[in-house]
């Protein structure tokens, strides 16, 4: 096969510097046994780089010239290339335990990291490129600029943190932005709350649809329940921290008539 061509509609930008690979890999330090699935594997620069290190390797590639590559550039026995959409992907069909990495495509990169946060009961860890911007709104702090529904959602299942960030130059295409890494930490079960967790999404999601708003307009509660809460009505959704939109979704579904 000749140089692949990036497709705009599957927002390809192939990683290809070597130094970066190296520091990726290091940074997930994959052994042997790992059940490991990468996402997005495109030209398989990563791939090749973690099959030096894993004995198999999952691969989910949507573009299906770029999937034929793959699986003609390597062994069957070695790696399995998955023909699909990330975005319907299920992970009772691996193994549990299992780690998985990639260079997200940019234009579904929330949505896919809010359709695995779903998944998180089946995932060790998880290592992805994203834009900088992203990555910096995953692991904001309340009252930050940066901290939002992504924040808060991410958050109450699983501890982040920001890794390197990576330059344009290290794609080709280059992005219009920068990169980073993130490592993805899934909450042990005890630490997760038990929270009816579609309340709790239609809540986090109404509150900052409304972010400029106190908090008095922007969440369906009355002036008892912010008592009962311990919650200042006059804050904006940006200055409550996960737990409290925990507390809160808790709070509506004890007192749902």
Do not use: C, W
């Not at 390809?12 to 490991?36: N, T």
Request: net charge positive; no cysteine; glycine share 6%.
């Amino acid at each position: 096969m000749g140089r692949h061509v990036p497709r705009k509609r599957f927002g390809q930008h192939f990683l290809h510097d070597p130094r970066v690979l190296a520091r990726i890999v290091e940074a997930i330090g994959p052994a042997p046994a790992d059940v490991m699935l990468e996402i997005g594997p495109g030209e398989g620069a990563l791939t090749r780089a973690l099959l030096e290190r894993v004995r198999m390797l999952h691969a989910v590639e949507i573009d299906r010239n770029l999937a034929a590559h793959l699986e003609d550039a390597f062994p069957r026995e070695r790696l399995v290339v998955h023909r699909a959409d990330a975005l319907e992907l299920n992970l009772s069909a691996f193994p549990p335990e299992l780690r998985v990495v990639g260079n997200l495509p940019y234009n579904v990169s929330t949505p896919l990291l809010f359709h695995l946060a779903g998944q998180a009961e089946r995932v060790r860890d998880m290592h992805f490129m994203l834009q900088l911007e992203v990555v910096e709104r995953m692991v904001a702090s309340p009252s930050t600029s940066a901290y939002g529904r992504l924040s808060v959602m991410l958050q109450m299942r699983f501890r982040m943190q920001k890794l390197f960030r990576v330059s344009a130059g290290a794609f080709r295409p280059p992005p219009k932005v920068e990169s980073a890494v993130v490592r993805i930490m899934p909450l042990a079960l005890g630490e997760r709350p038990r929270v009816d967790e579609a309340l709790l999404a239609r809540l986090v999601a109404g509150a900052f649809a409304a972010r400029r708003k106190t908090l008095r307009n922007a969440l369906p509660l009355s002036p008892q329940d912010f008592e009962a809460l311990g919650i200042d009505p006059g804050l904006r959704p940006e200055n409550l921290a996960p737990s409290d939109y925990v507390r809160i979704a808790l709070h509506l579904a004890a007192h749902a008539h």
